[in-house]
């Protein structure tokens, strides 16, 4: 079992930055991808970005393209997301997931059912 946690929410300005952290712990994590998800109120859990563990390719949201960043540091089994420039549809809970098994596919980055655990997350508050 594979225990998510994150961490660096808040409530920030239009304009400012926040960097999310997921810390992996349980059983010797040796996932094959990691991704940041996002849920706004009365909306669908949607993709925001996500890495291959071992290989590091990231892949993004159009929506958060040039903004967001993810990243890793293996030796603490924890992924980050730095996020620059936020604006208020960015306003969202969001969630860390990880994914255990082989990716047959690049779509599986992308999609919820796609992912094995899921941390509590986060809310991010960007006001206008």
């Known amino acids: 079992q594979v225990h998510l946690v994150e961490s660096g929410g808040g409530l920030v300005q239009a304009g400012g930055s926040l960097r999310l952290s997921c810390a992996a712990s349980?059983?010797?994590?040796?996932?094959?991808?990691m991704g940041w998800f996002r849920q706004a109120p009365g909306k669908e859990r949607e993709f925001v970005a996500a890495?291959?563990?071992?290989?590091?390719?990231?892949y993004y949201a159009e929506s958060v393209k040039g903004r967001f960043t993810i990243s890793r540091d293996n030796a603490k089994n924890t992924v980050y997301l730095q996020m620059n420039s936020l604006k208020p549809e960015d306003t969202a809970v969001y969630y860390c997931?990880?994914?255990?098994?082989?990716?047959?596919?690049?779509?599986?980055?992308?999609?919820?059912?796609?992912?094995?655990?899921w941390g509590q997350g986060t809310q991010v508050t960007v006001s206008s």
């Open positions: 890495m291959s563990w071992s290989a590091g390719n990231t």
């Open positions: 349980g059983r010797t994590f040796s996932g094959y991808a």
């Open positions: 997931a990880a994914r255990s098994r082989p990716l047959y596919s690049r779509s599986y980055y992308y999609t919820v059912k796609e992912y094995d655990y």
